[in-house]
């Protein structure tokens, strides 16, 4: 059968969601949890290829599987076996054309910001830290040029091969919730480093280091320099992935 989990996860100890070769990423670390649960090898595969120390709360994955667990218990019996910084929420029965990724309707992101003289200990691993007071209403009337159905070329990260890169922005929202500056965005797919550029831009007009449209006049440009630097990795994480 296959299975669908939820999973949450702390990334800031691993090379991102995707199994590599030459450090451990959070895929590896399931797989190898599902194998010695179902005495088998197991092979996930996960909506979102979440970037080297990046979050989530709400990751999707599916894998084929013939043991006779019941979907809703692998949360009970996984997580045991699994670090502190990986946890399943939930387990449920897909049909068998069910896929994590290509089915995946659309996407929510959180990214926080910390506008403090002074980094934070406690949230250092997930924030990105401001040391000038970021204006969250200008940073709010900036993110509303990125919603509808744009060409986001500008938002792609340099040396990307994507071919497509016009998508849909449904929500884009910044606000002050203490002590953070936080941002959601929501669509229906994101470019890499999307959100992150996204960010890092957002956290410039709000400091006053960029001027007022400057996602406007990139998106007309389609020129990535015309963007704020790239936010760092810690501050973002997956929040939830929609599905029909």
Known sequence: MRVRLIVEYDGTNYAGWQ????????????????????????????????????????????????????????????NPLLPDD?????????????????????????????????SSALYRNHCAHSIYPLDTGRMQREAEAMLGTHDFAAFA?????????????????????????????????????????????LMGVGSGKLPPGTIERALRSCNRLSLGVTAPPQGLTLLQVFYE
């Open 86 to 118: 990986i946890r399943v929420l939930a387990g449920d029965r897909v049909p068998d054309a069910f896929h994590a990724r290509f089915d995946a309707k659309g996407k929510r992101y959180r990214y926080l910001m910390y506008d403090r003289p002074h």
């Open 157 to 201: 990260a340099s040396g990307s091969l994507v071919k497509d890169t016009v998508r849909t922005v449904t929500l884009c929202q910044v606000r002050r919730k203490e002590p953070f500056v936080e941002l959601i965005i929501e669509g229906t797919g994101f470019l890499y480093n999307m959100v992150r550029i996204l960010a890092g831009t």
């Open 19 to 78: 199994r590599q070769d030459n450090a451990l990423a959070v895929q590896q670390v399931l797989e190898e949890a599902l194998a010695k649960l179902t005495r088998a090898p197991v092979r996930v595969a996960g909506a979102s290829r979440t970037d080297a120390g990046v979050h989530a709360l709400g990751q999707v994955l599916h894998f084929d599987t013939h043991c006779p667990i019941p979907p809703e218990k692998y949360p009970f019996a996984l």
